[in-house]
């Protein structure tokens, strides 16, 4: 069955360090998908970044990377040279299944990000 | 203005007291979902859609109707609320083709507290 989780409820990180934010998954299915998402304390949820589980690369956008590691089944965010805007909960989640086939995407139960300045 | 609107954003009801949450979405969506966010759960699927009079249940669909006669809505219906319904709720929708397969575009979320 599909199943996220995410190990850490909190983390408090030094601004402009470096951070990473462990997700592991596990899911039967060879075709799937991997997000981020962030939500800051007004509630909105943001979309980070995305891997897709044939992606032979580890996919980046600007401060935020992921540390793919497919046969560990785990998701990683990296998030470089933290900034105080970065404080937020943050959500890892999957897809199962190719595109056309967006089912269940589930989520792990967060972490939140305390930057300390 | 793409975007997913949820309404009301705020509610109080009391027990038994049937409620809809309405869901549009303006980008021509195929799947929308519905979720509920606990605090320690994370955000968990209550029921999703992959397209007009297709719906599945997701892992939390106790309590929960849905429709999609339309594209653009998917309301959720609370018949008979009860406290333990008491919670964030999180619309969304997502393209079947394009951008990072499977992205989630979410409303601003619905605020419902059970009496």
């Known amino acids: 069955a599909q199943k996220i989780t995410q190990t850490q409820p909190g983390m408090f990180v030094q601004e402009k360090e470096a951070v990473t934010l462990d997700c592991t998954y596990d899911t039967s299915d060879p075709s799937y998908g991997l997000f981020w998402y962030k939500q800051p304390s007004s509630g909105e949820m943001i979309f980070l970044i995305y891997q897709g589980s044939y992606d032979q690369q580890n996919a980046t956008e600007g401060r935020y990377s992921l540390n793919f590691q497919k046969a560990r089944k785990s998701a990683n965010l990296v998030i470089s040279a933290s900034q105080l805007g970065d404080s937020a909960m943050y959500f890892c989640?999957?897809?199962?299944?190719?595109?056309?086939?967006?089912?269940?995407?589930?989520f792990g139960s967060g972490t939140r990000l305390s930057i300390r300045p | 203005e793409a975007q997913v609107t949820q309404n009301p954003r705020y509610l109080i009801t009391v027990t038994g007291k049937k409620l809809t949450v309405t869901c549009s979405q303006n980008m021509n969506h195929e799947y929308m979902s519905w979720y509920r966010q606990d605090p320690g759960l994370g955000l968990r699927q209550i029921y999703y859609?992959?397209?007009?009079?297709?719906?599945d249940k997701g892992d939390v669909p106790e309590g929960y109707k849905v429709s999609r006669k339309e594209k653009r809505n998917f309301p959720l219906i609370l018949e008979s609320p009860s406290p333990n319904q008491t919670s964030l709720y999180f619309c969304?929708?997502?393209?079947?083709?394009?951008?990072?397969?499977?992205?989630?575009?979410f409303g601003e979320g619905s605020r419902l507290t059970v009496l």
């Open positions: 859609s992959m397209n007009v009079e297709v719906t």
């Open positions: 969304a929708s997502s393209p079947t083709s394009g951008g990072a397969p499977g992205e989630l575009f």
């Open positions: 989640a999957m897809r199962e299944g190719g595109y056309s086939s967006a089912s269940k995407i589930i």
